[in-house]
DNA sequence: TATGAATGAGGGTTCATTCAT
DNA sequence: GATGAATGAACCCTCATTCAT
């Protein structure tokens, strides 16, 4: 079916050239249908790019949310929260940055309402494994969930950068202990 | 001075609305010159681009270095440090995510090149003073200084920006103690 | 179709202005189609450009070539083939000016190979007629057929475009008279 | 003295380029003055080309009368012609074009009045030189002498790009030979 | 359901020219 | 006499979108 090849090739095209250099000329080609078969399909740009985020961020979601589900120690669904995210990051390069950094001047206001509403959806999901980790186990320091679900998710953005920069410096492995201790230890050895 | 002036516009210009989208009518605009006067004065996009970038690091080390000549503990200097990052980050929106995210496809790889090299010379800058924490005063973890520097940036960017998005459910103070919290000690509130 | 339209424009507006200074602007508002729909047909510019000088190249060979099928002594048909580049060079003033004399500074290295080729083509087109007449006839004189090639067209443009700036002074069969006469007999009654 | 050194750069850039792709920054820069100079010195672009084509025009036809003041033989003189001709148009590239041929559209009407009647100027210069040929020394044959003159530049012209960009096939002596022996006998070996 | 020719607003860039110094 | 910063019109080109088929 179009619809598919479509956003398909959306996700590939915005992944590669983020939302405001992806052009529908290249969205149609890599698709393998007419240009005018997007116009068919979806509304217009914007909207193509919102269903892409969407569906990147429920994929993520689910992912996540199935791992969580299997009766684990908190620390081990967080390695795994932190494991999954990376795959996402370092497999799809530029995704995590449409999602949460694309700026957005130019996108009709009620599709950025949307994203926002989407993004927010997905820190708060985010959110609430934290504070799970707070409650139930008492593994979680008391911070706000929200701030330390993005503060994670910039984390693993701006390593994943760095490391896809410099790939002979590092391995994934050392990518993901890193991770790992930074977002749970942080940075002193130790604080009174 | 016409240049001054179109670099504050760039500054402006390139942060609100990101490289692609930014348009030198604009900037033009903004700077209250003729477009023409954009390239007497610089060759093109993106080498004006490049200029403000260079500024906006060169800025930002400067303030920072500043405040590490000073004769004080460790902690306190990276406390400062991230007060210095914060107040950047807050005052113009889009400047860090312009620096360390700019999805580069269109721009020229020479321009490009000398972006990655600034990137870079920038978190060296900000790992050798994690360096120094881990060496002087065996207050910072072993972890790779490197990778810290971007994690340490990827965090205060992305809480930032969470916080513009939220800026009724927190205070600037909340959000500073929040990022001290978690880049130095983390998540975990214990870990043996 | 509009292709053809464009053609047609652009050859227009190629040959009233040559290379440089014809606007795609001109080119679209007199094929009537908006500039984008040129770019929908043709790469750019130059590319346009080429299309037109091909067009026009094959088009006087063909002409040319059909005379020369007939079964004419040489004479005539060296008359016949001057009749033909007059017909052409007064047709469309300026076109074998842009064919044989383009300066060619700023068009792209490839498609300026290619004219180069296509006119070398021609002359040799025109070479081979020359040959014929020096070995089959022994009618023409035994120079480089190359360069009498090119010295032929050089006459016959010159002449044409100082007849075209004083046609009160003579008829066209004034022009065609000399141009032979000049050509085959060159400027000196006798030469021992 | 600027207004030399100008002129001298004007020569350069627009035998190099052409008219319309000549910029009076390249000028400038050549001639090693400010932009405002070339304004100083000359009411503008076309003016200034009008100057250099002048100079150029009156420097050949005073070469050339030097030569013919000589009390050479009629046809060594037509010779000493071909070959100050010949001088001229593969020293410069692309003067010979410029003066001859360059496509005027976009120069103010009265510039190329100027340029059109100093261009007549010096074909009935030539012309005279034929005519005292036809008339002196019954050596030329008698068409008309303005024709003759447009065709002989035409053919020099020609072959001397067709040598330019064939050197590697012929030498200079073959190229003065050949115009020689074209212009003054013609194709044709005999004609009853 | 799907196409693709056609559009036109808007983008980056060039360059002859002006003018205060 | 000479400068060079500043201008703005005009250039080539891109691309999201439309619409007749």
Same mark, same amino acid.
């Not at 953005?157 to 230890?185: G, P, V």
């Given at each position: 079916?179009?619809?598919?090849?479509?956003?398909?090739?959306?996700?590939?095209?915005?992944?590669?050239?983020?939302?405001?250099?992806?052009?529908?000329?290249?969205?149609?080609?890599?698709?393998?249908?007419?240009?005018?078969?997007?116009?068919?399909?979806?509304?217009?740009? *914007?909207?193509?790019?919102?269903?892409?985020?969407?569906? /990147? &961020? $429920?994929?993520?979601?689910?992912?996540?949310?199935? +791992? %969580?589900?299997?009766?684990?120690?908190?620390?081990?669904?967080?390695?795994?929260?932190?494991?999954?995210?990376?795959?996402?990051?370092?497999?799809?390069?530029?995704? *995590?940055?449409?999602?949460?950094?694309?700026?957005?001047? /130019? &996108? $009709?206001?009620?599709?950025?309402?949307?994203?926002? +509403? %989407?993004?927010?959806?997905?820190?708060?999901?985010?959110?609430?494994?934290?504070?799970?980790?707070?409650?139930?186990?008492?593994?979680?320091?008391?911070?706000?969930?929200?701030?330390?679900?993005?503060?994670?998710?910039?984390?693993?953005?701006?390593?994943?950068?760095?490391?896809?920069?410099?790939?002979?410096?590092?391995?994934?492995?050392?990518?993901?202990?890193?991770?790992?201790?930074?977002?749970?230890?942080?940075?002193?050895?130790?604080?009174?």
């Amino acid at each position: 079916m179009s619809k598919d090849k479509i956003i398909q090739a959306a996700i590939e095209v915005f992944s590669e050239n983020g939302y405001h250099r992806a052009s529908m000329d290249e969205i149609a080609a890599r698709a393998q249908v007419a240009k005018g078969t997007l116009y068919y399909n979806f509304p217009g740009k *914007s909207q193509l790019f919102k269903t892409v985020v969407k569906q /990147g &961020i $429920e994929d993520i979601m689910q992912r996540t949310e199935a +791992e %969580l589900n299997s009766p684990l120690p908190m620390k081990e669904k967080i390695e795994r929260v932190i494991r999954d995210h990376l795959d996402l990051f370092l497999e799809s390069r530029h995704f *995590s940055h449409i999602v949460f950094n694309e700026i957005s001047n /130019g &996108i $009709e206001q009620d599709v950025l309402d949307e994203l926002k +509403e %989407l993004k927010r959806k997905y820190l708060s999901f985010l959110a609430s494994i934290i504070e799970e980790g707070q409650c139930e186990e008492n593994l979680c320091r008391a911070v706000d969930a929200n701030l330390a679900a993005a503060s994670i998710v910039g984390t693993l953005e701006s390593t994943c950068n760095y490391y896809l920069n410099h790939q002979d410096a590092y391995s994934r492995d050392d990518l993901e202990q890193f991770a790992f201790t930074m977002i749970t230890q942080g940075l002193f050895i130790s604080f009174e």
